[in-house]
T-cell receptor, first 114, second 109 residues
Framework: DGGITQSPKYLFRKEGQNVTLSCEQNLNHDAMYWYRQDPGQGLRLIYYSQIVNDFQKGDIAEGYSVSREKKESFPLTVTSAQKNPTAFYLC?????????????FGPGTRLLVL | LAKTTQPISMDSYEGQEVNITCSHNNIATNDYITWYQQFPSQGPRFIIQGYKTKVTNEVASLFIPADRKSSTLSLPRVSLSDTAVYYCLAHTGGFKTIFGAGTRLFVKA
């Protein structure tokens, strides 16, 4: 089955620690996105990538980093510089189709700080 | 980027039709209107998309008036499993897609 997988489902971070969230898709989509969702809130864009080896900052990129070495993979690292990392993290992918583009989301990773 | 406004929450009962209206007064000519559904602790999923008039699929209908300044998502005969957050987006795609807080629909027995 085609889809997006995120791992782990839950992740615990200690103070000063970097952690990496995995996102893999087998939909052959060019574009991939990382969003952060806080309780009761909408989704905020962290980073996006429209093609391999290229990515751009979204609205809240500070304290996060990404890489896009393969079309299928777009891992997100939450660095120690992100002072309030507790949130639900969602990865999405799409095939650019202009205004008719729709995004496919993974199941999410919930990050908690110990 | 077109800003959308939708009710924060709505309540309904099983078997009723639910209409969620979204306002997008500054929608651009090229923008499409897309609705997503999100269950707790899951990623959003696409429901329906349209540009103007009426679009219907197996899940919902989308009504868009001629001026396109608003749109209405219609869910026929809701069930408890339709309890979710519904997001309305007016966008030109890609990184310009903005998810607001959405409408929390609570379906009661």
């Amino acid at each position: 089955d085609g889809g997006i997988t995120q791992s782990p489902k839950y992740l615990f971070r200690k103070e000063g620690q970097n952690v990496t969230l995995s996102c893999e898709q087998n939909l052959n989509h060019d574009a991939m996105y990382w969003y952060r969702q806080d309780p009761g809130q909408g989704l905020r864009l962290i980073y996006y990538s429209q093609i391999v080896n290229d990515f751009q900052k979204g609205d809240i990129a500070e304290g996060y980093s990404v890489s896009r070495e393969k079309k299928e993979s777009f891992p997100l690292t939450v660095t120690s510089a992100q002072k309030n990392p507790t949130a639900f993290y969602l990865c999405a992918s799409s095939t650019p189709r202009g205004a008719q583009e729709t995004q496919y989301f993974g199941p999410g990773t919930r990050l908690l700080v110990l | 980027l077109a800003k959308t406004t939708q009710p924060i929450s709505m309540d309904s009962y099983e078997g009723q039709e639910v209409n969620i209206t979204c306002s997008h007064n500054n929608i651009a000519t090229n923008d499409y209107i897309t609705w997503y559904q999100q269950f707790p602790s899951q990623g959003p999923r696409f429901i329906i998309q349209g540009y103007k008039t009426k679009v219907t699929n197996e899940v919902a209908s989308l009504f868009i008036p001629a001026d396109r300044k608003s749109s209405t998502l219609s869910l026929p005969r809701v069930s408890l499993s339709d309890t979710a957050v519904y997001y309305c987006l007016a966008h030109t795609g890609g990184f310009k897609t903005i998810f607001g807080a959405g409408t929390r629909l609570f379906v009661k027995a």
